[in-house]
C-alpha cells in the first residue's frame, strides 16, 4: 500500500512504529474526536466496514489469533487494505470508543519507511471517509535509541532474554517479557509464563513467496494451537534440531511440509528452516516487547540496538553444532537488527559460554555480591569448601527438558587489593551430556497414562502418527489432540510430584476430556467394548494415582540394557554421577557442591538419588531456591531454575566488580576410550585405544568389517560401563577398512569423510533428534516398544487403583 | 641482585620437604595408615606430585630470566645485535633478513676463555607443545580449509599436504615433502662446535630462505630422526648460547657473578604474519611465535620482561596478554606490570619523523593531538598493552641502535645526538612540550636520567636500559623467586597440607590421637549412620533449625557478632550431639576437647573469624538472614564432617615411630616458618 496522498486531518493522532520490529500491537488506541460524528455512528461505521472482512480470510485469523481483549465490545476486524497487513477494530466501553490496531513491520506496508497508513471507516450511503488514526512507519534512528547486549538462552521447552544496555550494572539488566501478538488469552498468562517464552512453534500463516515472512506463534499459546491445529506445521522442542550436517550425511537430515493453519508453501523443507523461523521470531518478539511491551504504546518506548549478541549452548552440542547455531544468530540478526555504523563495525554474535557454566556463573556471583568481597571465605565455605582457600569445584548437574549436562566446573578467585574486584576463572574438570532429561520423565508419565487408558477402557490404539488406525474414524487429528493432552497431563503431574503434596491424581474431569479425544474408538456404551455410561464408568475406577515414590521406581528402572540396547535411561544419568565421584575421588577432586538447575530439579527425589550416588548429604546438593536465604533472592527468583542460565551468562559478561573469565581445558583425556562391546551387565570396552592422561587430541586406526558398525565409547574406568559417542558404519559389503579418526576430546570424534565408512557422533541416550519427543511423533513408549510399558506395570497396583 | 641467603632459604625449603615426604614412608605407623585410609593415598599423592614441578627439579640456581618481546620489524634484533656483539659476530643475530624463523634464543653468561662459550644447544618442543599448535582452532580451520589433514599420534604429529589445495604458483616454489612428520628431539641437541659457526647451519635455524637458495636436505639427526629445515621451524623451541656479555658487564657496572644470573631470553617477534616459505606447515607457523611467548609464560620463564616497541607504532602486547588470560586466567598477571620494563626504540625516530616534530615544535598540534609522548607512548604502548585498560610499567627506557642513526643520518652517533639533546632537555623544562605527558606519566626524573646515556655512543640508552633492568630485579626479583618457587610451584601448599594431613592422625609431639578421637566420634555420634547422610538433614532440620533462628542477633549485635554467632550454634550443636549420643562422660570429654579445637579451625576457615559484614541494624539489612542461613548450613556440614571423620583401625604405635613422626613434623614447620618470615620479609602474600 502506498502512503496516502491526502493531508492529515487536524488533530489525527498516530501509532508510530518501526519496522522490523514483529506484529505491532497498540490496544486502546484513543480515536480522533470528530464533531460530526457520534460515538454510535462511529462504532456502527465500524461495524458495517468489518462486514466486508467477515469472510476475509487473512482477518479471519487475526480476529482468532491477535493479542486483543475478546471481553471489550467490539466491532469485527478490519484491514485497511486486503493485500497489506495491517489491521483495526473499535471497541466501545461506556460513552468512548477506542481502536485496537495491528501492524506487521515485516511485511507490506508496516514494514516501509516513512509511510503513513490511514486508519479510515466509511460513512453509510455517501461512503464519506473518516479518519480514525493514523499509522506511521518511522526510522530506527528517531527513535530513542539503547545501545546494549541482548542475551539469550535457547532453551528446548522455553527461551529466556536479557537486555542489558551499556552501562548498565548487573542488576540493572531486567528479563525480557516477550509479549506473544498471537495470543487472545494474554491477560491470564502468569508472570513466569511471560519471563520464559516457551520454545514451541506452530506456522499460523504462510504464503507462497519465500520473501515473505510467514507468522508463527510461539509461547504456550502456540501448545493450544498444535493440540486444535495437528495438521499445520509445528515443532515441539525446536532446539532439538539444531543439528549440523554435513554433505555426506545430507540425506538423513529430517524435512517437514511448510504448512500454517492459513496457507501452504510448496514441498519439502529442512527442519533447520523451521529452527530458523523460531529464531527469526523469537527476536521479533523480543524487539517488539522492548519497543512495546505492554502492547499499548503509540510509539516505541525505546529501539534496542544490539550491539553484540551473547548466546548460551549446551554441553550437547558439538563444534560444528555451535558454529552452526552462530550463523544461524548471525543471520537473524543481520535480517532484522538495524544499527548504526559504528554499532555495527562492533556487533557481534558470542557464543559465551556452556549452559552449566552459566549456572556456575550465576550462582557464584549471586553468593560472592551478597557476602561482599571482604567474606568470600565465608561465602565459598556456604558453597561447601571447609578448606578456607580460594577454590570451589562446583557440579552442575542441568536436567532440561531434552537433555542433561553435567559439568564439574573448578573455580579459583582471586581479590585485587587494590579496588576489592575478584577475578574468577572457571576451568572445566569433566562434562558429560546426556540425551535424557526431563522428558523422559514425560514420556515415563505419558505411557503410565496410556496403559491407564488401556488397561481401563480397552483403548490400545497407536498414537504413532504415521501408523494409520484400524478404526479409520480415529484420524491424525484425534491422535494429535490424544497426544497433546497426555503431554499436557504429564506436565500437570510432574508439577503436582514436584510439589508438597507429592502425589498426582487423574482427576475425573481430566480423565473424560482426555477421552474425548479417543472418541471413535469409543462406542455409545462409553467403552471400546465394554458396555455402560462414560462418565459412570470414569467414575467407577480403578483410578490413575500417582505419588513420589512410585513415580520413583519407575525412574529407577529406566536403565541401560540389553533390551535398550545399550542405550540409557534416566537412571543412567546417576549411574553416571556415581562413576564420576569415584574418578574425581581417585584425583582428590571431590565436588565441593552439587547444583541442580532445570525444572525437573524441583522433583525432590533427583536431590536425594543424586546426593546418594555422589555420597555427599543432601546440604551439599541444591537447587537453585536453595543458595541464598529468601529475603536476599532477586525478582524472578521462583524461576532461577529456568532463568538461571540466561543471568549466568549476563553475569558471566557484566559482573561489574566480579570479572569471570573460563580458562582452557587441560589438553587431557580423562577417560579410557576404546571400542566397545555388548555385555550382560551393560556396555564395556572391548579394546582400549586411549587412557586417561594421554594428551589430546589424538587420531586412532580403527579396523570396520564390511557391512558392520563399530562403535566408540568412553569409560572412567577400563571395566566400568561405557558411554557410546561415536558410531562406525562401513557401507561397503565386500571390503573391510582402516579408518583414521581424530578423537579430539573425551566425547568428541571427527573423521575425514571416506567412500564407505560413515562416522556419526553419538550422545548418550540415542542421536535421534526426537528422543523421547514424543510430541512431534505420537510414538509414545517406542524405544523399544513396550520398554516403558514394562517399567510402569511393575508397579501397576500403587498407581493403577481402584476408587 | 637476588640475595644468596634467599636462594639458601628456598633451597632449604625443598630439600626440608623432600626430606620429610622421603621419610614418611619409613613410618610404620604412616604405613599402615596409607593401607587402611580412603583418603590418605590420594592426598599424599597431590603432596608427593609437588615435586614433580619443573621448577623443584633441581635446586634454585638464583637465575633470572629476562625476555625481550617485540613485534616483528620494531628492530628487536638490531638492539640485540648491539648489546651482545660477541653472538652478532658468530652470526646467531640475523639482522639482514626480516623472514626469520619462530623460537627464542637463549643467551647465558659463560666468562671470557671458557669452553662454555661455544656451546649451543637446540631444544625442541614436546609433542604435546606440537599438538597445541596445531590443535589452535584458528590453525585448525585454515588446515581444514586447505585440505590439509593433520594426525595426532602419540609421539609426533603427522601434517600431510599431499591432496591440500595450493596455487600452481606456489606448489612451484615448494621445495620440501608435502607429508611431515614433526617429532619432538628425544634430548636437547648439542651442536657440534664445527658447526656452531658455520653460516649456513645457522641460516638453516635461523632464516626462512628463498626457494631457490634452499636446500631441503636434512639440516641436523637427532636421536635418529633427520630434521630438514622445514621441520626445525615447527619443532625447535629455542637456541642456547653462551656470550660473555661484554657490554652487559661494562653498562652494569656489577660483579660478573651478579651479572651471571641473567638469562636474556629473544622470543621471536609478535604479530607475525604467515609465509608461503612454510610450505604445507603455514597456517601453524604464522602462530608459532605467540605460541612461543605464551609456552614460556606457561612454563613460569618470563620472569622480567622488556618489550621493545618501534617508536611511532603500536604495541602487539595485547594479543599475548589475552592469550595469557584465557589460559592460565587474569591472576597470573597481577604483577606483571611490576615486572615490566617499556623500552621504546628508535628515539631518533622523534627527531626525524616529520609528524611528530610537527608535535613539539608546534604546541597548538600538541594542544589539538597531544604531544609527541602522549601519541608515541601512552596511546600506542601503555594503552594498547593489555585488554584492561593502562598499564604502568616498572620502568620506561627510552634507546637507540647506532646502526640505525648512522644509516639515517649518515654521520656518527654522537653528532646526531648532540643535536637532540638541547631539544630533549626542552621538553623536560617545565612549559616545554612533552613536559605535561612525562608528567602525568611519572617520567620526568626517569627521562632526566634517560638523556644522557641516549646521548652517548657507548650506550645509546641500551646501557640505561640494563642499569634500569638490574633495579627492577633487586626490586622485584626476590618476591618474583619467593613467588616462582615457592608458591607457583605448589611447595609451601605442600608444605601446609602435609602438615595438616599429619595433625589430623597425630599431636604436636609425634603422638596418635585418632584412636582416641575415634572412639569419641563414635560414642557420641552413635545416632547417626555414616552410610546414611539423609540422617544429617534429618537431626539438623528436627534439633537445630528452630534454635538457630536465636542464636544471630538481630539488633545492637556486639563487635565479632558473626564469629560469635558461629561459637553459638557449636555451642548447640555439641550439647545436642552430647545429649543424644549418650556416651560416658569420659568420652564426653574427649569429643568436648576436640570438637572445641575444631571449632577454632572451623571459625577461621570458614571466614568467620574475620567476617566483615555491616550488622543487620546498621547498614545491611539482609546480614541477620545471611548468617543465619550460613549457619544452617555449617551445622550440617560440622555434623556431616564429624561423621565421615576418617576411621583408621588398629595402627599401634612405637617410641621409635613417635620419634620419627615427632621430626617430620619438626622439619616441616621449621620449613614452614623460614618460608613465612622469607614471605614477610619480601611482601608476598599467602
Known amino acids: ?223 493450544e494451537l498444535i493440540r486444535d491445529h495437528p495438521l499445520s506445521t509445528y515443532l515441539y522442542a525446536p532446539k532439538k534440531y539444531v543439528r549440523h550436517w554435513p554433505d555426506h550425511l545430507r540425506a538423513p537430515e529430517p524435512t517437514m511440509k511448510f504448512r500454517g493453519i492459513l496457507g501452504q508453501r510448496d514441498g519439502l523443507h529442512p527442519m533447520l528452516h ?157 562434562s558429560m551430556r546426556f540425551n535424557r532429561a526431563g522428558d523422559r ?222 580458562l582452557a581445558d587441560a589438553p587431557i583425556f580423562n577417560r579410557y576410550i576404546g571400542t566397545v562391546r555388548e555385555t550382560p551387565t551393560g556396555l564395556k570396552l572391548n579394546r582400549v585405544l586411549i587412557r586417561p592422561g594421554d594428551s589430546c587430541p ?50 568428541s570424534i571427527q573423521m575425514p569423510s571416506h567412500e564407505d565408512v560413515v562416522c556419526s557422533e553419538w550422545v548418550p541416550g540415542g542421536n535421534d533428534i526426537v528422543v523421547d519427543n514424543f510430541h512431534d511423533t505420537g510414538r509414545i513408549d517406542g524405544e523399544p516398544d513396550g520398554f516403558l510399558r514394562r517399567i510402569v506395570l511393575k508397579n501397576r497396583e500403587a498407581w493403577h487403583r481402584d476408587a | 641482585m637476588i640475595p644468596s641467603d634467599l636462594v639458601n632459604t628456598l633451597n632449604d625449603i625443598r630439600a626440608a620437604y623432600m626430606e620429610a615426604t622421603g621419610k614418611l614412608p619409613e613410618i610404620a605407623s604412616f604405613r599402615s595408615l596409607m593401607g587402611t585410609s580412603s583418603t590418605l593415598p590420594a592426598a599424599v599423592r597431590e603432596i608427593l606430585a609437588v615435586m614433580e614441578h619443573r621448577h623443584l627439579k633441581r635446586p634454585c640456581d638464583g637465575r633470572v630470566t629476562v625476555a625481550v618481546i617485540g613485534s616483528s620489524g620494531h628492530g628487536k634484533t638490531t638492539i640485540l645485535d648491539e648489546m651482545f656483539p660477541g653472538l652478532s659476530e658468530r652470526g646467531w643475530l640475523v639482522t639482514d633478513v626480516t623472514d626469520t624463523t619462530s623460537q627464542s634464543l637463549r643467551i647465558e653468561y659463560a666468562p671470557d676463555g671458557s669452553p662454555a662459550l661455544e656451546e649451543v644447544e637446540v631444544r625442541s618442543w614436546d609433542v604435546e607443545q606440537i599438538k597445541e599448535l596445531l590443535h589452535l582452532p584458528a590453525v585448525e580451520e585454515q588446515n581444514r580449509n586447505d585440505n590439509i589433514r593433520v594426525s595426532y599420534l602419540e609421539d609426533a604429529v603427522i601434517v600431510d599436504g599431499t591432496e591440500a589445495r595450493f596455487s600452481d604458483a606456489d606448489l612451484g616454489q615448494f621445495r620440501f615433502p608435502r607429508r611431515l612428520r614433526l617429532q619432538p628431539f628425544s634430548e636437547p641437541f648439542s651442536v657440534p662446535a664445527e658447526r656452531s659457526s658455520e653460516r649456513a647451519f645457522i641460516r638453516a635455524l635461523t632464516v626462512k630462505e628463498q626457494s631457490s637458495a634452499l636446500s631441503a636436505g636434512p639440516v641436523l639427526k637427532q636421536g635418529g630422526e633427520t630434521y630438514d629445515a622445514l621441520q626445525l621451524r615447527a619443532v625447535v623451541k629455542d637456541v642456547r648460547l653462551r656470550d660473555r656479555f661484554e657490554n652487559i658487564r661494562r653498562w652494569s657496572g656489577r660483579p660478573d657473578e651478579e651479572v651471571a644470573r641473567l ?72 604483577d606483571l606490570q611490576d615486572r615490566m620494563i617499556v623500552a621504546v626504540n628508535g628515539m631518533n625516530i622523534y627527531f626525524t619523523n616529520r609528524d611528530l616534530k610537527k608535535k613539539y615544535e608546534d604546541p597548538e598540534t600538541a594542544r589539538r593531538e597531544g604531544d609527541h609522548f602522549a601519541t608515541t607512548l601512552l596511546d600506542n604502548v601503555l594503552q594498547k598493552m593489555s585488554p584492561r585498560g593502562r598499564v604502568r610499567p616498572a620502568r620506561v627506557c627510552f634507546l637507540d641502535s647506532a646502526s640505525i642513526v648512522e644509516t639515517l643520518t649518515t654521520g656518527q652517533y654522537a653528532d646526531a645526538y648532540q643535536k637532540y639533546r638541547p631539544i630533549m632537555e626542552r621538553w623536560l623544562e617545565p612549559g616545554g612540550v612533552g613536559h605535561t605527558t612525562l608528567k602525568e606519566l611519572d617520567l620526568l626524573e626517569s627521562f632526566r636520567d634517560n638523556v644522557d646515556p641516549l646521548c652517548d655512543p657507548e650506550d645509546r640508552g641500551q646501557g640505561h636500559l640494563v642499569r634500569q633492568l638490574q633495579q627492577v630485579v633487586e626490586e622485584q626479583g626476590p618476591a618474583l623467586l619467593l613467588k616462582k618457587h615457592l608458591c607457583k610451584t605448589g611447595l609451601l601448599r605442600g608444605l601446609e597440607g602435609l602438615q595438616e594431613i599429619l595433625s589430623s592422625y597425630y599431636d604436636d609431639e609425634g603422638r596418635m590421637t585418632r584412636e582416641a578421637t575415634q572412639q569419641a566420634l563414635g560414642a ?41 554467632s558461629f561459637f553459638a550454634l557449636c555451642d548447640l550443636i555439641k550439647e545436642n550431639v552430647l545429649f543424644h549420643g549418650e ?59 564429624l561423621l565421615v571423620e576418617e576411621r583408621v583401625a588398629g595402627v599401634e604405635q612405637g617410641d621409635d615411630d613417635r620419634e620419627q613422626v615427632d621430626e617430620v613434623l619438626r622439619i616441616l614447620e621449621h620449613a614452614r616458618r623460614r618460608a613465612a618470615a622469607a614471605c614477610a620479609e619480601y611482601g608476598v602474600g599467602v
Open chain 1, 1 to 223: 500500500m502506498r502512503a496516502t496522498k491526502q493531508p492529515a486531518k487536524a488533530g489525527v493522532y498516530q501509532f508510530i512504529v518501526l519496522p522490523n520490529t514483529g506484529i505491532q500491537i497498540c490496544r486502546g488506541f484513543p480515536v480522533t474526536p470528530d464533531a460530526q460524528r457520534s460515538i454510535d455512528e462511529l462504532f456502527k461505521a465500524a461495524n458495517r466496514a468489518a462486514q466486508e472482512f467477515e469472510s476475509h480470510e487473512v482477518v479471519r485469523l487475526v480476529r482468532e489469533h491477535v493479542a486483543c481483549n475478546r471481553e471489550l465490545e467490539a466491532s469485527g476486524w478490519v484491514a485497511c487494505d486486503t493485500n497489506e497487513f495491517v489491521f483495526w477494530r473499535m471497541t466501545r466501553a461506556g460513552a468512548e470508543v477506542h481502536l485496537d490496531l495491528v501492524v506487521d513491520t515485516r511485511n507490506g506496508a508496516g514494514a516501509q519507511l516513512g509511510n503513513k497508513i490511514p486508519v479510515q471507516v466509511g460513512n453509510g450511503l455517501f461512503r464519506r471517509r473518516t479518519r480514525l488514526a493514523d499509522i506511521f512507519v518511522e526510522r530506527h534512528e528517531s527513535a530513542r535509541n539503547e545501545i546494549g547486549t541482548l542475551i539469550m538462552d535457547f532453551g528446548n521447552s522455553g527461551s529466556s532474554f536479557v537486555f542489558s544496555r551499556n552501562g548498565a550494572g548487573p542488576l540493572q539488566a531486567h528479563v525480557v517479557q516477550p509479549t506473544n501478538p498471537f495470543d487472545p488469552r494474554y491477560n491470564e498468562r502468569s508472570e513466569t509464563e511471560r519471563n520464559i517464552l516457551k520454545s514451541n512453534m506452530i506456522v499460523l500463516r504462510v504464503g507462497p513467496r519465500t520473501e515473505e515472512a510467514p507468522w508463527i506463534v510461539l509461547g504456550k499459546r502456540s501448545e
Open chain 1, 274 to 430: 523451521f529452527v530458523r523461523h523460531t529464531l527469526d521470531e523469537m527476536m521479533q518478539h523480543v524487539l517488539a516487547s522492548l519497543a512495546n511491551p505492554h502492547g499499548t504504546s503509540d510509539e516505541p518506548e525505546f529501539y534496542p540496538q544490539v550491539a553484540r549478541l551473547m548466546c548460551t549452548y549446551p554441553l550437547t552440542w558439538r563444534e560444528s553444532d555451535r558454529r552452526l547455531f552462530q550463523e544461524m544468530m548471525e543471520d537473524v540478526a543481520s535480517r532484522l537488527l538495524v544499527h548504526e555504523d559504528h554499532v555495527r563495525e562492533q556487533f557481534k554474535v558470542e557464543l559465551i559460554c556452556s549452559e552449566p557454566v552459566a549456572v556456575a556463573a550465576f550462582v557464584l556471583w549471586e553468593t560472592f555480591f551478597h557476602f561482599g568481597t571482604k567474606n568470600l571465605a565465608l561465602a565459598a565455605s556456604t558453597l561447601g569448601n571447609t578448606k578456607g582457600t580460594n577454590e570451589l569445584r562446583m557440579l552442575v548437574v542441568d536436567i532440561g527438558g531434552g537433555s542433561t549436562d553435567i559439568a564439574c566446573v573448578d573455580i579459583g578467585w582471586n581479590v585485587q587489593q587494590f579496588d576489592d574486584s575478584v577475578d574468577v576463572t572457571f576451568k572445566l574438570l569433566e
Open chain 1, 441 to 662: 520423565l514425560s514420556h515415563l508419565l505419558a505411557a503410565a497414562l496410556r496403559e491407564h487408558l488401556a488397561l481401563k477402557y480397552g483403548l490400545t490404539e497407536s498414537l504413532d502418527f504415521r501408523i494409520e488406525s484400524r478404526n479409520p474414524a480415529f484420524t491424525r487429528g484425534y491422535k494429535r489432540l490424544a497426544v497433546s493432552r497426555i503431554a499436557e497431563l504429564a506436565e500437570h503431574a510432574k508439577a503436582a510430584l514436584s510439589s508438597s503434596d507429592g502425589t498426582w491424581t487423574l482427576e475425573p474431569a481430566d480423565e473424560l476430556d482426555l477421552l474425548h479425544c479417543f472418541e471413535p474408538l469409543l462406542d455409545d456404551t462409553g467403552n471400546a467394548g465394554t458396555p455402560g455410561n462414560l462418565e459412570d464408568r470414569v467414575r467407577r475406577g480403578p483410578r490413575f494415582s500417582l505419588d513420589r515414590a512410585t513415580f520413583q521406581e519407575w525412574v529407577e528402572h529406566d536403565r541401560q540394557s540389553l533390551e535398550t540396547n545399550g542405550e540409557p535411561g534416566f537412571m543412567d544419568i546417576f549411574f553416571y554421577l556415581e562413576e564420576l565421584r569415584q574418578s574425581l575421588r581417585e584425583k582428590n577432586r571431590d565436588p565441593h557442591l552439587v547444583v541442580l538447575s532445570g525444572r525437573s530439579t524441583r522433583l525432590p527425589f533427583i536431590r536425594t538419588m543424586a546426593a546418594r550416588r555422589l555420597g555427599l548429604p543432601p546440604h551439599r546438593v541444591r537447587t537453585l531456591a536453595d543458595i541464598l536465604p529468601d529475603s536476599l533472592k532477586l525478582q524472578g527468583h521462583e524461576n532461577m531454575d529456568k532463568l538461571a542460565v540466561v543471568c549466568g551468562a549476563q553475569r558471566f559478561r557484566f559482573g561489574d566488580h566480579i570479572r569471570f573469565s573460563a
Open chain 1, 698 to 747: 589424538r587420531t586412532i586406526d580403527v579396523e570396520v568389517p564390511p557391512a558392520r558398525d563399530i562403535r566408540i565409547g568412553h569409560a572412567f574406568r577400563e571395566d566400568g560401563t561405557a558411554q557410546v559417542v561415536a558410531n562406525l558404519s562401513n557401507h561397503s559389503h565386500t571390503k573391510a577398512h582402516k579408518v583414521s579418526l581424530d578423537v579430539l576430546d573425551d566425547y
Open chain 2, 263 to 334: 638469562t636474556f631470553v629473544d622470543t621471536p617477534g609478535l604479530a607475525v604474519q604467515g609465509s608461503a616459505k612454510d610450505e604445507v606447515l603455514r597456517h601453524c607457523l604464522e602462530k608459532k611465535s605467540s605460541q612461543i611467548a605464551l609456552q614460556l609464560w606457561k612454563d613460569d620463564e618470563l620472569d622480567f620482561i622488556v618489550h621493545l616497541v618501534l617508536c611511532g607504532r603500536q604495541s602487539d602486547f595485547a594479543e599475548l596478554w589475552k592469550a595469557i588470560e584465557c589460559e592460565c586466567g587474569p591472576a597470573e598477571l597481577a
Open chain 2, 524 to 564: 557420641c555420634l552413635a545416632f547417626l549412620d555414616r552410610n546414611d547422610l539423609d540422617g544429617v538433614e534429618r537431626f539438623a532440620r528436627d534439633h537445630l533449625d528452630s534454635r538457630i533462628e536465636e542464636i544471630v542477633p538481630r539488633r545492637d549485635p556486639p563487635d565479632g557478632w558473626v564469629q560469635e
Open chain 2, 583 to 641: 556416651a560416658a562422660p569420659d568420652v564426653q570429654g574427649s569429643f568436648a576437647r576436640y570438637f572445641d579445637g575444631q571449632a577454632r579451625t572451623w571459625a577461621q576457615d570458614w571466614g568467620y573469624a574475620d567476617a566483615q559484614l555491616a550488622p543487620p541494624d546498621k547498614g545491611f539489612a539482609n546480614s541477620a538472614d545471611l548468617v543465619t542461613h550460613c549457619l544452617r548450613l555449617h551445622a550440617r556440614d560440622v555434623l556431616y564432617l
